[in-house]
Structure formats: structure tokens, C-alpha cells
T-cell receptor
Framework: ELKVEQNPLFLSMQEGKNYTIYCNYS?????LYWYRQDPGKSLESLFV?????AVKQEGRLMASLDTKARLSTLHITAAVHDLSATYFC??????????FGTGTSLTVIP | DAMVIQNPRYQVTQFGKPVTLSCSQT?????MYWYQQKSSQAPKLLFH???????NEADTPDNFQSRRPNTSFCFLDIRSPGLGDTAMYLC???????????FGEGSWLTVV
């Protein structure tokens, strides 16, 4: 059974602080995705990581992938309120099946 | 312009009354997915199509069926909705070997 687990599930952080969300997965996969979801909305693509060691950055978010450890991280730098949302990682298995992690609900407090 | 369009966006149906959700895409993608997302949960893959090849997840209830009459359209049929089927249903598409997955805006289904 494929498992994609994130931690923490809930994260409350102050503005200006840094934090990391972790995504562990149980299958062999070279592709890892990060999405953002606002309440009542669909999914917004943040990053696609395509190989071991891949690192991508956009604004205050940076994602990395270690395929050997089956681990991806989403690092938040100097958080701002606008980053409050739920973040999902997702794993591609065999190029067609696509499974989401458990999600991390982030609240940034002024 | 939206590339993956889901209809209806909001649907209220009675317990046991069949409902159909539709998804259309302008991307000519081979792969289409249906996900169910309940409140405060992660999206759960129900099934996917690779062209006409249908792939059902092992734990998808028999109550959920799907049709793909052509490349552009895909339907999710819920034959006898239960209260536990209240959720947002997401459609997504992907080209063969593509790295980007495109999601629709979702269809909110409430079963009363």
C-alpha cells in the first residue's frame, strides 16, 4: 500500500519565522509535487521536483527532493499571513497514478 | 481561459438519487483523474483513465462509476449517493509523460 505522509499535520507559526514541512513516501518515485489549497478552492501547483537533489524556490517557499530517502521538504522563510493555507505533497507512481499526502494546515499569526 | 472545466460547480442531491458530475478539457490530454476530497482531508484518487483504459482504485466503492466517451470528456456517476459521499470532487488531466497536472475548480456535492 502506498503511503504519503506529511508532518506536521497542523502548523501555527508567527510571521517572520521559518519552518519546514516534511513529506515522506513509501514508493519509488522520481517526481514529487507540492500544491497549495485555500479553503473552498481547488489545488494550486507550487513546485514539480523531477529528480534526486532537485531544489526549487519561489518567493518565501523552497522545496527539495531526496529520492533515496523518499523525502521532500517545503521550507518557509519569514512567513507572512498570505501563506496561510493547506499544503499537500503528491507522488507520481508509474507515471499515471498520482497520490496526495495527508496535508499540512498552516496558519501564520501576525 | 480554464482548461479543465467541471460542471456543476455545486450540486445538492437527495440520499439515493443518482448524480452525474462532468469534466471537460481543452488540452487533449490522455490521462484524466477523478478525486474525492472530503472536508479537512486529502484528495483521494478514485480512478483514472489512460485514453480509454479505465483504472479503478481498489478501495473505490462500487457506487462510483465513470465514463469517458471521448478524449475531451469524462463523467463521474454516483449511483446511489449516501451522506458520506458529501465532498468536493476534483477532475485533473495530464499529458503522456507530462510533468504538469491540471486541476479543475472542483464540483461540490452535498447529499441530504
Amino acid at each position: 500500500e502506498l503511503k504519503v505522509e506529511q508532518n506536521p499535520l497542523f502548523l501555527s507559526m508567527q510571521e517572520g519565522k521559518n519552518y519546514t514541512i516534511y513529506c515522506n513516501y513509501s514508493t519509488t518515485s522520481d517526481r514529487l509535487y507540492w500544491y497549495r489549497q485555500d479553503p473552498g478552492k481547488s489545488l494550486e501547483s507550487l513546485f514539480v521536483l523531477l529528480s534526486n537533489g532537485a531544489v526549487k524556490q519561489e518567493g518565501r517557499l523552497m522545496a527539495s527532493l531526496d529520492t533515496k530517502a523518499r523525502l521532500s521538504t517545503l521550507h518557509i522563510t519569514a512567513a507572512v499571513h498570505d501563506l496561510s493555507a493547506t499544503y499537500f505533497c503528491a507522488v507520481d507512481r508509474d507515471g499515471n497514478q498520482f497520490y496526495f499526502g495527508t496535508g499540512t494546515s498552516l496558519t501564520v499569526i501576525p | 481561459d480554464a482548461m479543465v472545466i467541471q460542471n456543476p460547480r455545486y450540486q445538492v442531491t437527495q440520499f439515493g438519487k443518482p448524480v452525474t458530475l462532468s469534466c471537460s478539457q481543452t488540452l487533449n490530454h490522455n490521462v484524466m483523474y477523478w478525486y474525492q476530497q472530503k472536508s479537512s482531508q486529502a484528495p483521494k484518487l478514485l480512478f483514472h483513465y489512460y485514453d480509454k483504459d479505465f483504472n479503478n482504485e481498489a478501495d473505490t466503492p462500487d457506487n462510483f462509476q465513470s465514463r469517458r466517451p471521448n478524449t475531451s470528456f469524462c463523467f463521474l456517476d454516483i449511483r446511489s449517493p449516501g451522506l458520506g459521499d458529501t465532498a468536493m470532487y476534483l477532475c485533473a488531466t495530464r499529458g503522456v509523460g507530462g510533468n504538469t497536472i491540471y486541476f479543475g475548480e472542483g464540483s461540490w456535492l452535498t447529499v441530504v
